[in-house]
């Protein structure tokens, strides 16, 4: 499986953004799909995931704000995020791993995309 993270950018305090992750291959519907991020000299963290059979599960800093979906016919899952705030500042980066094991550890994942970057600005 090969992945491709897209759609950050710049935006406000407040603002909103959608991060695509789109996935090669046709058994991606069988995939647990997570998105982690990582700040500049900070470890990297689990924001969501969600499993195969659409089980969700956030970060508690995530929680209220961001929301995890995914779209099996498109191959691709997304991550609405809205009330942004400086602390999002992040690379984020989209993750799969086979079985419906929603792990929130980076360790776990097989399958990592290039990450896109966003910037919260305050």
């Known amino acids: 499986v090969q992945l491709q993270a897209s759609g950050g950018g710049l935006v406000q305090t407040g603002g909103s953004l959608r991060l695509s992750c789109a996935a090669s291959?046709?058994?991606?519907?069988?995939?647990?799909t997570g998105w982690f991020r990582q700040a500049p000299g900070k470890e990297r963290e689990f924001v969501a995931v969600i499993g195969w059979s659409g089980d969700t599960r956030n970060a508690d800093s995530a929680k209220g704000r961001f929301t995890i979906s995914r779209d099996n016919a498109k191959n691709t899952v997304y991550l609405q995020m809205n009330s942004l705030k400086p602390e999002d500042t992040a690379v984020y980066y989209c993750a799969a791993r086979r079985g419906a094991m929603a792990s929130i550890s980076p360790d776990d994942y097989d399958y990592w995309g290039q990450g896109t970057l966003v910037t919260v600005s305050s």
């Open positions: 291959g046709r058994t991606f519907s069988i995939y647990t």
